[in-house]
T-cell receptor, first 114, second 113 residues
Framework: GNSVTQMEGPVTLSEEAFLTINCTYT??????LFWYVQYPGEGLQLLLK?????DKGSNKGFEATYRKETTSFHLEKGSVQVSDSAVYFC?????????????FGDGTTLTVKP | DVKVTQSSRYLVKRTGEKVFLECVQD?????MFWYRQDPGLGLRLIYF???????EKGDIPEGYSVSREKKERFSLILESASTNQTSMYLC????????????FGDGTRLSIL
């Protein structure tokens, strides 16, 4: 079956530090890959996505590249802000599986200190 | 923008009660999902639906049922609430297709006393 493994947290960084959150996946087919962000007291919201190998998703200064050879989709940001403090989820979804079901990682909590 | 609305942000119920959690989406999405989120356990899929009146069990359906009588509304039912169902419940919707993201509501924090 499909699975997503992401870097365990919590991660604590100082403002303007470089962020990497690792994500690797196992899938039987050719998945699309997603990063979601959950701010305190809210639901998840899509941060970025990539639908095929070597695609780069980007949004709000965050980037992730779909690496088929290493089955990875690591999230990066060059300079984090306090407002980036949140829980980040890596996820995959495949064509042909039930109704667009997604497989989620366990989430990584990021705290950015001023 | 897609809006997924969950009827309550906070809910307190008693053991043994029948509890209804309601979710409505406004973008004509085919798929709808119910998850529960607990510390250290990530997101766990309870049930999902890919069409009106259709439903499929997720990973943890025991103690829950669902209803989808209209495309925009997906209800989660706790038949006889128990304290181990105290949790954050998240509803989501999406279009059909492997490259479609899910859109989430803000969640209902349910406490069973």
């Amino acid at each position: 079956g499909n699975s997503v493994t992401q870097m365990e947290g919590p991660v604590t960084l100082s403002e303007e530090a470089f962020l990497t959150i690792n994500c690797t996946y196992t899938a039987t087919g050719y998945p699309s890959l997603f990063w979601y962000v959950q701010y305190p007291g809210e639901g998840l919201q899509l941060l970025l996505k990539a639908t095929k190998a070597d695609d780069k998703g980007s949004n709000k200064g965050f980037e992730a590249t779909y690496r088929k050879e290493t089955t990875s989709f690591h999230l990066e940001k060059g300079s984090v802000q306090v407002s980036d403090s949140a829980v980040y989820f890596c996820a995959l979804s495949e064509w042909g599986t039930n109704a667009g079901k997604s497989t989620f990682g366990d989430g990584t909590t990021l705290t950015v200190k001023p | 923008d897609v809006k997924v609305t969950q009827s309550s942000r906070y809910l307190v119920k008693r053991t043994g009660e029948k509890v209804f959690l309601e979710c409505v989406q406004d973008m004509d999405h085919e798929n709808m999902f119910w998850y529960r989120q607990d510390p250290g356990l990530g997101l766990r899929l309870i049930y999902f639906s890919y069409d009106v009146k259709m439903k499929e069990k997720g990973d943890i359906p025991e103690g829950y049922s669902v209803s989808r009588e209209k495309k925009e509304r997906f209800s989660l039912i706790l038949e006889s609430a128990s304290t181990n169902q105290t949790s954050m419940y998240l509803c989501a919707s999406s279009r059909t297709g492997g490259n479609q993201p899910q859109h989430f509501g803000d969640g209902t924090r349910l406490s069973i006393l």
